[in-house]
Structure formats: structure tokens, C-alpha cells
């Protein structure tokens, strides 16, 4: 229950993470060099400055999917004073350097100053670690819920005509599953991101492409263990089509292991695509994958802010121990004759 509830609440802020992120611009990627490598718990005060091409207000369901785009941009200060119809502020450029300069009032949002505090710090672009790693959740689940899909539909298509037809169709499929199952996870993903190409849904197709084989084992294995069942010798007196018998019949008799295979799958794609960004094949920049965070900061670590690096570590490693804990559970819920 406890990695369902991390569960819950990761797909809740992956669904609203442009409204609960901080940083609401698309990818959560404001760029403000002057404020870049900063501690957790960093304030500063900025100017907010109209753009030249003011981007229109989105609706609330493009704002859900791609954020909204900055109204204003966003210039560092250390303070400021009003003067006429002007603002007068020392622009923050490094720790001990400044800039003194003047703003008409025309150029200025209704609101001229605003303090933002970066709770996790910043990246070395400046941008807000906490509201990047908000958007990432929506990446790592999407990768997680599309391979899942594609694992567990190839799987079970496959594993159900080898158990249950045998003989010569069984003999040709565990041949191409050893074959699959013979090639390193990472290289095979490699090769299918390679011919593919670099991309946010091409790396979702790879993993998932990857990843049936067991799926489709343990279905092979089940289907062998109910086929010869009364019920299934009931359903071909009746004259029922082998279809209607595998999917109406069988599949709903060994959906318990399925589902404790998916939750493992869905961590381990979770991890799998971390480690493509981080090699710097899967999803690519701007948007914001935790693996990615990684590679991007993990130099980080040794020297003055470790935070950068260890955020998304931690998160990754939060949200892959609540798939493995729901498959544990679930997997002690449906073993009923375990329990008697």
C-alpha cells in the first residue's frame, strides 16, 4: 500500500506538473545563466521585463500538456529602488559582481519585482532543479506505462499460441524468445534507439520492444498449466474458437502473475530509460528526464553542490522501489494457495 500511495501521488503531480511546478514554462526550461550551479534553499529577487512578442495566455488543456510559455523575462537583482517613471536596481552578474541599471516603468510587468526561492537549487543553466524534476515524473511514468503496454500485448499474444497450439508454433517462438533473451538488454536497446532514431516516443518503443520476453515465458508457462483444465475442455465441447478460449478463458485465469510481471517491467523501464538519457540516447534536451538531470550534473556531486545529481537519483530510486513494492503485494495477494 505504501508504494501504491508513491504511486498515486507520482501520477497525480506527472498529470498537473505544470500547475504545481514553480517553473510553468514549457519543459520547465527558464534559462537564467546568472543564477546557474546554485544551492538548495537559494532566493533572489527579479525584474520582470515584458518580451518584444508577447506570447498569448494558453488554454487550461494546453497548459496541462506543454506548460506555459514565459510572459516575461527574468533579470537577477541584488536591490532596487522606484524613481519617477523609472526603476533603478544593481543586476545581480556573479556573487561579488553588479551592475547598476535603469528600467522604464512602460517596459516592466504591473508587478515589477518578484523573489523566487529554488528549493533543490539550480542546474548550471540557471534553471529551477524542483520544477524540472516535477516534469521529469510525467517522462519516466509515460516511458514506464507505454512499455508496460507494449511488453505485456506482445507477451501474451506470443506466449498464449506457444502453450497453447505446442508443437511446432511452440518450437518457433521459444526459439526467437532465446534468441531475444541471448542479446544484452542494453545493446538490443541501442540497436532499436539507433534505428529508430533519438527521440521521446522512439525511446518508449525500444524499451518496450525489449522487454516481452519474459512476459511472454510466463504466459507460455501458465497457458501449458491451464490448458488441459476442465474448464477449458468445457469450452471446446461447446464448440467455443480458440480465440474466444484463450482471451474470454484462459487469460482472465492468469492475470495474477501478469500483472506482479508488469510492476517489476515498469521499474525496470523506468531504470532503463534513465540510463539511455544518461548515455545520452534516449530522451533528448530540453525536455526534462531524470537521467538526463543526471549526465547533466553529475560532476556536481564532488564539488560544491551535490544536490543537482542527487535529486533525480533519489527520485529515481523512490519511484522504482514503489513499482517493486506493489509487485511484491501484489503478488502475496494472488497467491491464494500460498495462504492456505
Known amino acids: 500500500m505504501a508504494g501504491l500511495a508513491v504511486i498515486l501521488i507520482s501520477v497525480i503531480v506527472a498529470v498537473f506538473c505544470y500547475f504545481i511546478a514553480p517553473d510553468p514554462s514549457p519543459y520547465s526550461n527558464r534559462i537564467i545563466l546568472e543564477t546557474g550551479g546554485e544551492k538548495p534553499g537559494f532566493t533572489k529577487q527579479f525584474i520582470q521585463i515584458k518580451k518584444e512578442n508577447e506570447p498569448r495566455r494558453v488554454s487550461f488543456f494546453k497548459r496541462l500538456i506543454s506548460g506555459q510559455p514565459d510572459t516575461y523575462n527574468y533579470i537577477p537583482v541584488n536591490k532596487y529602488e522606484m524613481?519617477?517613471?523609472?526603476?533603478?536596481?544593481?543586476?545581480?552578474?556573479?556573487?561579488?559582481?553588479?551592475?547598476?541599471?535603469?528600467?522604464?516603468?512602460?517596459?516592466?510587468?504591473?508587478?515589477?519585482?518578484?523573489?523566487?526561492?529554488?528549493?533543490?537549487?539550480?542546474?548550471?543553466?540557471?534553471?529551477?532543479?524542483?520544477?524540472?524534476?516535477?516534469?521529469g515524473t510525467r517522462v519516466s511514468l509515460s516511458v514506464g506505462l507505454i512499455t508496460v503496454i507494449i511488453s505485456v500485448s506482445i507477451g501474451l499474444i506470443l506466449g498464449s499460441l506457444a502453450g497453447f497450439y505446442r508443437g511446432r508454433i511452440d518450437d518457433l517462438i521459444m526459439?526467437?524468445?532465446?534468441?531475444?533473451?541471448?542479446?544484452?538488454?542494453?545493446?538490443?536497446?541501442?540497436?532499436?534507439?539507433?534505428?529508430?532514431?533519438?527521440?521521446?516516443?522512439?525511446?518508449?518503443?525500444?524499451?518496450?520492444?525489449?522487454?516481452?520476453?519474459?512476459?511472454?515465458?510466463l504466459v507460455r508457462g501458465q497457458v501449458l498449466a491451464v490448458r488441459e483444465l476442465e474448464y477449458v475442455e468445457a469450452a471446446r465441447a461447446l464448440g467455443f474458437k480458440d480465440i474466444r478460449i484463450i482471451a474470454g478463458h484462459i487469460w482472465p485465469n492468469i492475470l495474477g502473475p501478469v500483472l506482479v510481471i508488469a510492476a517489476a517491467n515498469f521499474a525496470s523501464a523506468i531504470v532503463i530509460e534513465a540510463g539511455l538519457s544518461f548515455l545520452g540516447v534516449g530522451v533528448q534536451p530540453p525536455t526534462p528526464s531524470w537521467g538526463l538531470m543526471i549526465k547533466e550534473n553529475y560532476n556536481f556531486i564532488i564539488t560544491q553542490n551535490p544536490m543537482l545529481a542527487l535529486a533525480p537519483g533519489f527520485a529515481i530510486m523512490i519511484l522504482v522501489l514503489a513499482f517493486n513494492l506493489l509487485g511484491n503485494g501484489l503478488r502475496d495477494a494472488m497467491n491464494v494457495k500460498g495462504r492456505l
Do not use: C, H
Open 83 to 135: 524613481t519617477g517613471d523609472s526603476l533603478i536596481a544593481d543586476v545581480y552578474i556573479d556573487e561579488t559582481v553588479s551592475e547598476r541599471t535603469g528600467f522604464a516603468k512602460t517596459v516592466l510587468a504591473a508587478d515589477p519585482v518578484v523573489t523566487n526561492t529554488y528549493w533543490l537549487g539550480t542546474d548550471s543553466y540557471g534553471r529551477d532543479i524542483l520544477s524540472r524534476l516535477i516534469v
Open 175 to 217: 526459439w526467437f524468445i532465446n534468441v531475444i533473451w541471448s542479446i544484452p538488454t542494453l545493446l538490443l536497446v541501442f540497436a532499436i534507439t539507433l534505428a529508430l532514431g533519438k527521440g521521446f516516443w522512439q525511446v518508449f518503443v525500444a524499451v518496450g520492444l525489449t522487454m516481452w520476453v519474459n512476459v511472454a515465458r
